[in-house]
T-cell receptor, first 111, second 115 residues
Framework: AQTVTQSQPEMSVQEAETVTLSCTYD???????LFWYKQPPSRQMILVIR??????QNATENRFSVNFQKAAKSFSLKISDSQLGDTAMYFC????????FGKGTRLSVIA | ETGVTQTPRHLVMGMTNKKSLKCEQH?????MYWYKQSAKKPLELMFV???????ENNSVPSRFSPECPNSSHLFLHLHTLQPEDSALYLC??????????????FGPGTRLTVL
């Protein structure tokens, strides 16, 4: 069975600094997709970034980038130049029919 | 907002009540999903519908009964729930289901409390 582990329940970062959220997963599949979703307080879940496992190049979306290590089954999210609006729960997810989510990391950006 | 709406946003019900959650997507997608978000557990996939047909039931108890009358609407009928069913129920949609890699778009959720 696929599982997703986020080992950091809570993190904080100063505004304008860089923070990395970790995620590991377990699967026997060779081709799959990984996602980071963001859930701001009392707001809807939105996609931050996604990665296809067959692509070696790490995905980037503006200030968000991933470090995808397929052999280690690791998929961390780096947020550069953190902004107050980045405060949210961040979920790592694995795609199999529906999404398999980790427990999430609560990120607080401090002014 | 992402084009997926859910009603009601909050619901309090007794264990003997029958209620329904509604989800509507305005994105022209063909796949819809129900997820359960509990305080102490990861988001859990409950049901998947593709072109109105149920393609996945993730071992959900029968007191949860989904209905998908068309590709734009998804319901979750609730009856004789337990207090441990209290959670945020999220609806999502995507263009297609797996093995498509389409992004899933989520609704705001219904916060359900079972007394």
């Amino acid at each position: 069975a696929q599982t997703v582990t986020q080992s950091q329940p809570e993190m904080s970062v100063q505004e304008a600094e860089t923070v990395t959220l970790s995620c590991t997963y377990d699967t026997s599949e060779n081709n799959y997709y990984l996602f980071w979703y963001k859930q701001p307080p009392s707001r809807q879940m939105i996609l931050v970034i996604r990665q296809e496992a067959y692509k070696q190049q790490n995905a980037t979306e503006n200030r968000f980038s991933v470090n995808f290590q397929k052999a280690a089954k690791s998929f961390s999210l780096k947020i550069s130049d953190s902004q107050l609006g980045d405060t949210a729960m961040y979920f790592c997810a694995f795609m199999k029919l529906g999404l398999v989510f980790g427990k999430g990391t609560r990120l607080s950006v401090i002014a | 907002e992402t084009g997926v709406t859910q009603t009601p946003r909050h619901l309090v019900m007794g264990m003997t009540n029958k209620k329904s959650l509604k989800c509507e997507q305005h994105l022209g997608h063909n796949a819809m999903y129900w997820y359960k978000q509990s305080a102490k557990k990861p988001l859990e996939l409950m049901f998947v519908y593709n072109f109105k047909e149920q393609t996945e039931n993730n071992s959900v108890p029968s007191r949860f009964s989904p209905e998908c009358p068309n590709s734009s609407h998804l319901f979750l009928h609730l009856h004789t729930l337990q207090p441990e069913d209290s959670a945020l129920y999220l609806c999502a949609s995507s263009q297609e289901v797996w093995p498509s890699t389409d992004t899933q778009y989520f609704g705001p959720g219904t916060r359900l409390t079972v007394l």
